[in-house]
């Protein structure tokens, strides 16, 4: 019994490395050790070469083609052993970071818990600490206490003194990770094409560029960040990206072309519908607004603006997702169709894509995420970060841990495992809000063209401060209806390609060909690591 399990494991294990070969856009050796963890270079560049004969046995058509022209050669496969050597040995030092870690915050949550019951005496009535009896000792009154303990900004404060004091020079890694650096397509490849302009062309040298940029330590912007993950963010008013590649004419066509695509046929509310001093005239203007629209809204404008009953600028993240961000959210995306997600819950497209290339790792978490479920599956259709107005008037930060990168990259998540889990249409589309204080901006993002995920800016609107400033609303309504049609569509998308796919009979294919959707997608790099590189002395 023992020895058939064996057999029955090992001949699944080989069949998921066949299916490798058969259903990567890219099934470079690197990619393969990536799958597979090999331990030992003779077995695993054997194990290799053997999955690639087998599937092009299996193969024919277009994916023969693509099998037979991969660089295969001693030298090739040599050189990307190498690479896999150092990436193992990046997994293992991450992999001893994170124990470490858990191990500082279990100490820390059990002394937490200590000091909390230490604080109370046998009465059950709170001890006074600043009184003279029960005065707590500070950190340098007592060499024993347990000086490791602090809170994150503390640890990051700490991390700068150190490496101002110790003068230690750090850079980013940027290209860690299953992702490819090539920028290639195949022959029959699906082209984003504007007139004459070949955009797709256009858009993957710009991520040559950045891929170079990387490879240098050069990189500057969080556009040319995304880029390296194949997400072009298209913004209008940017000076960056596709701007730098092309003309104004050029560029005009472009953006014309995703307005055509991305129309927005709003529900207009013009600003003289909401009277200015009369709180109570509000209300019945809105419900004749309301009607006049869509009737089977019930309540929903109504709801919103009646949530916005009080002042938080001055609020905390936490209260500012709560107070001011979910009133006016909510009530366009709770239904019986979604399943809304807070920041406690880690983002499952997320962990998916991390934990194929290591198991242990785990995935981003998003202040704000809504799925549609379907036999099981998540299907992950809007993610939202967020950051009070009080944290964006006091901290600075960098491009590289800016939100725009994070949620651009949330989406590109989403996207790969709804099409991994099954949604093969091309025109599912991801939407996400980016709020930054007051002010959210709208993206959505589509794979309708190879190696292209369009990251597109689809408006801007504010959230209200308090009852004083309800002018903003007409457009935070507009656009929100907006996005609730395309989280709709996307949602009823999923149904349907799924209940086509279990029609399919051609699926059910022990050995199906490389699905088109499929090689439509591109692996990501890993979040960029921050090393040290030398002590200046």
């Known amino acids: 019994m023992r020895k058939e399990r064996r057999k029955s494991s090992s001949w699944t294990r080989q069949n998921s490395e ?11 050796p690197i990619s393969f050790f990536r799958l597979t963890h090999p331990n030992q270079r003779g077995r695993a560049i054997a194990k290799y070469k053997k999955g690639l004969v087998i599937a092009m046995k299996r193969s024919k058509g277009s994916n023969l083609a693509k099998l037979k022209a991969l660089d295969s050669d001693v030298e090739t496969i040599q050189r990307d052993w190498e690479i896999w050597l150092k990436e193992k040995k990046a997994i293992l030092a991450c992999r001893n970071n994170h124990d470490a870690n858990l191990r500082i915050q279990q100490d820390f949550a059990i002394t937490m818990e200590t000091i909390a019951g230490a604080t109370k005496s046998e009465t059950g009535e709170h001890n006074n600490f600043a009184s003279g009896s029960h005065r707590m000792k500070r950190s340098d009154e007592n060499n024993a206490s347990d000086s490791s303990y602090r809170t994150e900004s503390e640890e990051s404060n700490d991390d700068s003194e150190l490496e101002q004091k110790e003068k230690i020079k750090f850079q980013y890694e940027w290209l860690s990770g299953p992702g490819i650096k090539e920028s290639t397509l195949i022959e029959c490849a699906i082209k984003w094409t504007v007139g004459t302009i070949d955009v797709s062309n256009i858009l993957l040298e710009y991520r040559n560029l950045s891929i170079k940029k990387a490879s240098e330590r050069k990189i500057e912007n969080a556009v040319e960040m995304l880029s390296l993950n194949y997400i072009f963010l298209l913004d209008e008013n940017l000076s960056t990206g596709i701007s730098e590649m092309i003309g104004t004419a050029a560029l005009r066509a472009i953006f014309e072309n995703i307005r055509s695509e991305y129309t927005n046929t709003p529900c207009h509310l013009s600003d003289k519908d909401i009277a200015k001093n009369n709180f109570q005239g509000r209300k019945s203007l809105l419900r004749k607004w309301q009607k006049e629209v869509k009737d089977n809204d019930n309540d929903l404008v109504l709801e919103v ?3 916005i009953n009080t002042n938080r600028a001055d609020a905390r993240e936490d209260s500012f997702v709560h107070e001011v961000f979910a009133p006016i959210i909510l009530p366009f995306f709770v239904n019986d169709d979604l399943i809304c997600e807070w920041s406690s819950d880690v983002l499952n497209p997320s962990t998916h894509r991390k934990r194929k290339f290591d198991p242990i790792l785990q995935g981003r978490k998003a202040d704000f995420s809504a799925y549609t479920q379907i036999k099981g599956n998540r299907y992950y259709l809007l993610v939202s970060e967020i950051k009070s107005a009080r944290y964006i008037s006091s901290k600075k930060v960098n491009f590289v841990d800016c939100d725009l990168v994070k949620i651009g990259n949330e989406m590109k998540d989403m996207l790969d495992k709804c099409i991994e889990d099954g949604a093969k249409t091309r ?3 991801i939407c996400s809000m980016l709020v930054e204080g007051f002010q959210c901006s709208v993206f959505v993002m589509d794979l309708k063209f190879d190696a292209i995920y369009r990251m597109i800016l689809l408006g801007k609107f504010f959230l209200p401060q308090n009852i004083h400033n309800l002018s903003v609303l007409p457009t935070a309504i507009e656009e929100l209806m907006q996005i609730k049609d395309i989280v709709s569509r996307s ?3 999923c149904v349907q390609s799924l209940s086509r ?15 088109l959707r499929n090689g439509m997608m591109r692996p990501s790099f890993h979040t960029p690591m921050k090393v040290p590189i030398k002590k200046i002395s």
């Open 18 to 28: 066949i299916n490798f070969f058969l259903n990567s856009p890219s099934p470079t």
């Open 305 to 307: 603006f009646e949530s």
């Open 427 to 429: 025109d599912l589309t």
């Open 491 to 493: 949602a009823e998308l």
């Open 501 to 515: 796919c279990n029609k399919d009979s051609s699926i059910t294919s022990t050995v199906p060909a490389t699905p």
